[in-house]
């Protein structure tokens, strides 16, 4: 399981019990601009795609970030493939 946080300092942080991080589901439209964006608070990468398919269960191009890393996109048959550091 990844955690899904960095420090300023140096590579990921540590979580600690009941800390949850900031990620943004940006969903795209058909000219691949962002149509949508929701807030997800979550403990790691995995806890936040799985909130992200409950949240947008229909969506088709999604994106989930964490600051400035891409955690995952949504591919075209509705799955979302998480990205590798």
């Not at 962002?34 to 409950?54: E, F, H, M, V």
Request: hydrophobic share 35%.
């Amino acid at each position: 399981m990844r955690v899904g946080f960095y420090t300023a300092s140096h590579g990921r942080a540590v979580r600690g019990p009941n800390h949850m991080f900031d990620y943004r589901l940006y969903c795209l439209d058909g000219a691949g601009r962002i149509g949508l964006a929701d807030w997800i608070q979550a403990a790691d990468d995995d806890s936040a795609i799985a909130q992200a398919r409950r949240a947008r269960p229909d969506a088709h191009r999604c994106e989930i970030w964490q600051k400035n890393r891409l955690v995952a996109k949504l591919n075209g048959q509705g799955r979302f493939e998480q990205t590798s550091d």
